[in-house]
């Protein structure tokens, strides 16, 4: 069955909503789980204790096909004519892509107006998406796009769709399929909208339930400083999932006071520029069924690790990095510790976001990372500079290589 060669519907099992033949694939999920002991190095864990789950190598470039599958696929089984979402840029990419190849809908994409990496933006584009591009940030595209879908009968592809998750469980039974079904002591993931960390949680609550595993890992949301929600609700003020019942009046005070500051998500990590997560809820209930925790860190940490992961030979975007300087953070803490199993989750691939990859290794020309504080590197690989003559060209490659 072609169905078993996607690394989402051969587990389709476990999300068993959709009839073979209306299944909407294009061979994503097809990843795996890898050792680094570089990356583990910079970590500070033992040999061989740190993965990667390295989801940069799906269709589009990010995990977003593990969900958009299954929401396409819903899609279909609906007859929607034309879908939506708003976008940090790798669900716009996602959507676009499955809209392309199937054919069966057409795309509207709303996006930040200067809030998006143009690797992604150029993937919308020429997957053919219609895309609007709003004088506002994800926040507000977000709550545009939902209104105008209720509106005008439009299916809605954000991850406040169920589906989306459901086919993102999927990363979870790949995680632990690599693993031989041992469960990892963490997992370690960037929090933005928080459809994964739901996603995640969910996925291990019904493999215990099932049976299949016996235990849960612990789960670690990374958040970038500048877009700090759920770090601030949950680590700072406590607010925890209590029975399916948060404290309301905490969320609202919380955003009604972001509202009176007017207060802007704001971080490199372009993808997690995000200030209301609308998994909050069921985020907290991930949280509270693994024992989670929340940090945040500051975007020279995520460029540092990014470059880091690069040089492993896993090249990422910048929010994906989170997850591993937040494993790094929670081992400096003694959170993780030395002999702990971590697998980080790499989101998206590195050639969607070149301007900050180039930007941190050539800092004379990045005055956009300067303004956020980014200045000092653990790894600068900048280009040398070199006149069109054989001979001086030959005296810079005898003192690189030597
Ligand atoms: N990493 C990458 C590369 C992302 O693109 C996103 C989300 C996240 C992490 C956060 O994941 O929302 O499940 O917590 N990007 C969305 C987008 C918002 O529009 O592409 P999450």
New binding site residues.
Partial sequence: NPLDFSGVWRFRELFPFAPDDQIVTIGEGQTILQQSDAIGKYVGLKHGLLHLQYEGLNPSG???DNGMTAASTHARMVGAKVAA??????????LAIYAGVSGLFKVLVFVGSGKIAYG?LSQALDYGAMTLQIKGD?DDALKQVRDVCQQAGIYLC??VNPFRLEG?KSIIFRILEGLRWEVPDWIV???????????FGKALIELKHLGLISELPRLAVINAAGANTLYELYDRRGLRWNGGRPDQTLMDAFYTDMDARNRRANTLAS??E?NR?V?LKKCLRALDACQGVVREIADGDILDAKAIIGAGGFGC?P??AASVAGAKLLRQQGVIGASDRVVCIL??HQL?DPDATVGYHAVEESPKLVEKGVTRRVFQNSPVVVENDFDRIMEVVRRMSS
């Fill in positions: 990010s995990f977003k979402c708003a976008s940090t840029g790798n669900t716009s990419a996602s992604k994800f954000n991850s993102q993931v960037p929090g933005g909208n928080l459809g994964n960390a739901s996603a993808a997690i995000i997560p998994n975007e929010a994906s989101t998206g969607k």
